[in-house]
């Protein structure tokens, strides 16, 4: 899809077939309460929100959605959604989840 307006509101086209079978109608108005509950606390981003981005918009607190900040020897690794962002710093820290080892 374009934007999650498209997604949305072809939701709603296959929602309002009568032809549309009762599992696809289940599945489509599920992802339908998610695009609507995603666009509604994200209004300034239209993008089209994968599966993932749904998933941790209705649990936040699920182990998939955490972000972990992790500093070993002066890197700083921020990994968050199977991806890594690395930068450089001045600490010599490894903190994962609240617990510091020096």
């Known amino acids: 899809m374009d934007n999650i307006q498209t997604h949305i509101q072809k939701d709603k086209r296959i929602l309002d077939d ?7 109608r289940r599945h489509t108005e599920e992802e ?7 666009a509604e606390n994200h209004p300034q981003d239209d993008h089209d929100p994968s ?3 749904l998933y941790c918009n209705d649990n936040p607190n699920a182990l998939e959605c955490k972000t972990y900040d992790v ?3 002066r890197w700083s690794y921020t990994y968050y ?6 930068e450089r710093t ?6 994962i989840s609240g617990i ?3």
């Open 81 to 86: 959604n199977n991806s890594v962002r690395v």
């Open 51 to 53: 599966a993932l981005e």
């Open 90 to 95: 001045s600490l010599t820290v490894l903190d």
């Open 71 to 73: 500093w070993l020897d």
């Open 18 to 24: 009568p032809q549309t079978s009762p599992q696809a």
């Open 100 to 102: 510091i080892f020096k």
């Open 32 to 38: 339908l309460a998610s695009l609507t509950r995603y």
